[in-house]
């Protein structure tokens, strides 16, 4: 039998759907391995006896990911030029109620026709991303996947006025009615991205939670409301609410890479975020966590709007997430981040042991920016020449020399990369990297061995005369060069300390 194309693809989705969910099931680790990564990060510590973390082999697949999209997309996209990011425009309009209405409401126009799943995977792959994190639910509470559990919200009249209702608050409400998570999960695996979905603790729409007291901005936020109220119904409903939530995520899309969860609940709430933990690793053993509200029991953090100085000091694995344009949501007179920023973040995250993701979100239409994608497109021409010195990489005993020198290495210690973030000039020279005798060097990009010599402790890697002219050269911004190292055991007690104030020492 011939299947057409779109029938073949179908059904190899089909197959990669069915591999996810039989994933889903694996197995926990063993609490010998759980010992080793509370040895290994700090930060893990203090969880209850019988939890166990995501496991040795789910942070190495994390790791190798290196660079990928933040998608922040929901009701928020359509006031982008209300003064706020993503639905922290809600902040400068939390006194007035008729404005509140009119946002909750607007789910009634939310129709971006020209979204397609498959457009989106193929901006990132143009990019040479790995994986993407999207916003199933931000604080205000609207769903981009038709949820089962209901809120008491509003519905705007023809005449202006509002009703209140019980509905789903979720795109199953809106014009446009497709589930959106559904479809961008599909195509992630479609295109072998990584896919994290992202969801927050707390929600603004709620009535079930008023005990909202620290933001202040949730619509039926009760300043009296604790768990010991008259009312523990309302109490438990909204921890239910997101169980029931969590649980549709983790079971109706397959195997997801990682949820990554954000805010966090007040101090009598704890131990119920700390269950929601607990249950999100009993659906999917393997799944990466993000520590936001769950401290120790997450997996990983996020740095945001900046790259830690030292990163010995971050006690697990780590990523950071940045606002590129304007801010994580769409903004539509919004100041991006240049191009060259973007692709010099990312060398300096790697080197220092992190990935990164770069925030931007999609208009009322579901299409990005065009500036948004001809910058995600400059780091994707560097990483075609240069990708093999970040994906799949791990940070060398230092992570920079100077101001202008950083290291990556390959994960059996074989070969260093030297990544320039400016063009060396003539010749390059460091004492941090000690190439092994007789070994060649090349620069990426380059299909010929260069000359290289030592000065005393110092390599210097001499650069070819056409190079000179910048034309020439196999990128337009920061060079790598692949060295073969010494052994690495040799290195660690050789190298000057004072050459790399900030050492990166991980084995």
Excluded at 165 to 174: D, K, P, R, Y
Excluded at 336 to 355: P, T
Excluded at 443 to 467: F, N, S, T, Y
């Amino acid at each position: 039998m011939k299947l057409n194309p779109s029938k073949l693809t179908a059904l190899l989705l089909g197959l990669s759907l069915a591999a996810a969910d039989a994933a889903v099931t694996g197995a926990s680790i063993t609490q010998a391995e759980e010992q080793r990564l509370q040895e290994k990060y700090s930060a893990y510590c203090g969880v209850d006896a019988d939890y166990v973390h995501a496991g040795e082999a789910a942070v190495e697949r994390w790791q190798d990911l290196k660079w990928g999209l933040r998608i922040h997309w929901g009701l928020y996209c359509m006031f982008g030029n209300s003064g706020g990011d993503a639905s922290w425009v809600i902040k400068a309009h939390a006194q007035d109620k008729e404005w509140l209405k009119n946002y909750y409401a607007s789910y009634q126009e939310f129709n971006p026709t020209n979204f397609n799943a498959d457009e989106w995977m193929e901006i990132m792959q143009r990019a040479g991303m790995k994986y993407f994190s999207f916003t199933t639910k931000h604080h205000e509470g609207f769903c981009m996947w038709p949820t089962k559990t209901l809120q008491r919200g509003f519905r705007k009249n023809a005449d202006g006025t509002f009703t209140e209702v019980t509905n789903h608050f979720s795109i199953a409400e809106t014009p446009f009615q497709r589930d959106i998570v559904r479809e961008l999960v599909q195509a992630g695996r479609a295109h072998h991205l990584g896919v994290s979905l992202y969801y927050s603790h707390i929600d603004w729409h709620d009535w079930d939670f008023g005990w909202d007291n620290q933001w202040v901005r949730n619509f039926w936020q009760d300043g009296t409301f604790t768990k010991k109220s008259d009312d523990p119904r309302r109490w438990a409903a909204f921890i239910q609410k997101e169980r029931d939530q969590i649980t549709e995520l983790l079971t109706q899309y397959g195997l997801i890479d990682t949820l990554c969860l954000d805010m966090h609940w007040g101090k009598e709430a704890q131990p119920d975020a700390y269950g929601v933990a607990k249950l999100a690793r009993s659906l999917q053993p393997n799944i990466m966590l993000r520590n936001r509200g769950i401290d120790q029991y997450g997996d990983y953090e996020t740095p945001e709007q900046k790259i830690p100085d030292d990163p010995n000091k971050v006690k697990r694995p780590w990523q950071v997430i940045y606002q590129c344009g304007g801010g994580f949501s769409y903004h539509e007179h919004g100041e991006f981040k240049s191009r060259e920023w973007i692709l010099q973040s990312l060398i300096d995250i790697v080197a220092k042991g992190g990935n990164f993701q770069a925030g931007y979100g999609p208009g009322p239409d579901g299409r990005f920016q065009q500036e948004m994608i001809d910058n995600v497109n400059y780091v994707g021409d560097w990483l075609k020449v240069n990708g093999e010195a970040i994906f799949a990489t791990r940070p060398y005993l230092r992570y920079h020399e100077g101001n202008d020198l950083r290291f990556t290495r390959t994960k059996d210690k074989k070969c260093t990369y030297i990544i320039s973030l400016k063009w060396p000039g003539e010749t390059l020279k460091t004492s941090l990297v000690k190439p092994r005798d007789g070994s060649a060097i090349r620069m990426l990009g380059l299909d010929q061995d260069l000359k290289w010599h030592r000065e005393g402790d110092a390599a210097v890697i001499e650069m070819p005369k056409e190079m000179q002219n910048e034309t020439k050269r196999p990128c337009k911004q920061a060079y790598a060069f692949k060295v073969e190292s010494e052994p690495w055991g040799n290195l660690s007690e050789t190298l000057p300390d004072d050459a790399s104030p900030k050492q990166n020492k991980q084995p």
